[in-house]
């Protein structure tokens, strides 16, 4: 590997972790109207039945499982975890220890 590829790859490194923490700090604020899952598979199931337009199997699945619900809007959340390609996102709520996974257009970066 030659000396300029190494420095590259070093310099995005330094700069990738250096600014990830910062990215995780930002406060967003949950919208209305979407779900979120406490486990990330649990929301993986309920968005297929929403694409397979069964409404049906979603009720079922979201009432008999208390770990899928209706996220409530305007709550102050930290961004864990930002899946790009697979559309998600997991969010902790400021102060509590506990998180949730949902999708990226149900958080907005706070407004300052």
């Not at 199931?45 to 694409?51: E, T």
């Not at 958080?107 to 300052?112: D, F, G, P, V």
């Amino acid at each position: 590997m030659s000396n300029v590829y190494q420095t590259t790859l070093l310099l995005f490194l330094l700069i990738f972790f250096f600014t990830t923490p910062a990215i995780a700090q930002e406060i967003f604020i949950t919208q209305k109207g979407y779900i979120a899952a406490f486990e990330e598979q649990d929301l993986d199931r309920a968005l297929d039945f929403l694409a397979q337009g069964d409404r049906q199997a979603f009720n079922r699945f979201v009432s008999s499982n208390p770990g899928v619900f209706v996220l409530r809007p305007g709550l102050a959340v930290y961004r864990e975890r930002y899946r790009v390609f697979a559309g998600k996102v997991k969010i902790r709520p400021k102060g509590q220890t506990w998180s949730m996974w949902t999708i990226p257009n149900a958080i907005e970066k706070k407004s300052e």
